[in-house]
């Protein structure tokens, strides 16, 4: 890359993060549903933190960027770290990515408490404080069923269920590593229906479309709710679709709370490999072991097949709609 190129790159960095994006902070561009930050400096340390600092400990962990470069940053980038940069701040600005989730994990790299947190906190003060002032019982003998009985005999029941299915008997070619699901504590229910009624997909589609995430998952979650049971896409075919990138689908996925009714465990890598499920990417430690268990589970109930590297052996689904293609099928959604 010659000088004058390199510049030019550093150029547009400097103007994405210092003009551009605190522009449409301020006023509010509903590319994002929210703007956490609307200075300069906030959004050069999001986007450094999660380029620069993602992944980059020993272990693989996040850091500071300034753990990583020295500071100024846009002295010492590389050309791909600065590329990097420009991406990260292009898919804010289109909103293909979530300011918010963002800002958060630069704040957990940093050890500083977030937002969400803290707003959280503020909030259980406040109803602590109203249960006091209303001389109700202390807050912390008002636990719901479930929390008393994690508590009476230190067990926690789940609510999720793995009905058995004649997909879970072993047949030739099926990966003999891949374990059998087990079940996980944790807010999601597997109950997708067996074959969706047109009303199942319009109350679907009007809770994407009414809620206040960002445009692009909208377009996301609309794309992944037309892939049928029994069937998988990848990542990539996705972002293919919507004319995005690979990662900020994978962010959508990991993000996705109008799962199971979206189907995110119908996703898989490019490779036709299990990939990610809930955040979690590989079978690393118990709890991304337990929930990637749980995607191959539910992708065998479904009828999709192994072989026996763990590899799915139909092709991949690409017959994605739009809302304008599920309108011509259902009628009007919104």
Known sequence: MTTSSFSSLQTTWRTLYSQTLPQLARAKDPAQSKWPVTLDHCFARIILDNTIGKGATSDGGDTKWDNVITKPAIANMSETQLRRAVELGEEIKTGAVDLVELDEASLRARGKESKTQKKAKADAKGKKRKAEEDNTAPAQQQRSPKKLRKQ??????????????????????????????????????????????????????????????????KRLYTALLSVPRGEYTTYAALADFLGSAARAVGNGMRNNSFAPDVPCHRVLASDRTIGGFMGSWTKKGEKANDRITRKIGMLKEEGVRFDSVGRVKSPIWRGFKDLKAFEVELGEIA
């Open 152 to 217: 009476d005999d230190g067990k926690t029941q789940s609510i999720i269920s793995f009905a058995p299915s004649q997909n879970d008997k072993a047949t030739e070619g099926e990966p003999k590593q891949l374990p059998s699901p087990t079940p996980e504590t944790g807010p999601m229910k597997v109950n997708y229906p067996v074959d969706p009624s047109p009303e199942f997909f319009r109350t679907t589609l009007r809770h994407i479309v009414s809620s206040d995430i960002t445009p692009f998952r």
